[in-house]
């Protein structure tokens, strides 16, 4: 099992920027990808940005060149950096782990950008 907590949500003005962390705890082996997805409302969930262990990315073309992903495998940890954020950047965002056939899920943090 593998416990995921976010923190890094709020509110903030378009144009502004916010910072989302994830800390993954429990069975974290290597050789794994962390990442970020969002929901918003009446909307299914949708791929944000995506982190290999060893630092392969992916990024929806939406948040290309605005968002920036990284990570801390010391501290089991995976970041996003969001700025120049737009009122459709609102969503709930959700960590997530992925290893093989296991993919965990954090419980979520509000993003509200207001115009």
């Known amino acids: 099992q593998v416990q995921l907590v976010e923190s890094g949500g709020g509110l903030v003005q378009a144009g502004g920027s916010l910072r989302l962390s994830c800390a993954a705890s429990g069975s974290v082996f290597s050789n794994n990808v962390m990442g970020w997805y969002r929901q918003a409302p009446g909307k299914q969930r949708e791929l944000v940005a995506t982190?290999?262990?060893?630092?392969?990315?992916n990024y929806a073309d939406s948040v290309k060149g605005r968002f920036t992903i990284s990570r801390d495998n010391a501290k089991n940890a995976v970041y996003l950096q969001m700025n120049s954020l737009k009122p459709e950047d609102t969503a709930v965002y959700y960590c997530n782990f992925r290893r093989g056939n296991n993919n965990y899920w954090g419980q979520g943090t509000q993003v509200t950008v207001s115009s």
């Open positions: 982190m290999a262990t060893y630092g392969t990315t």
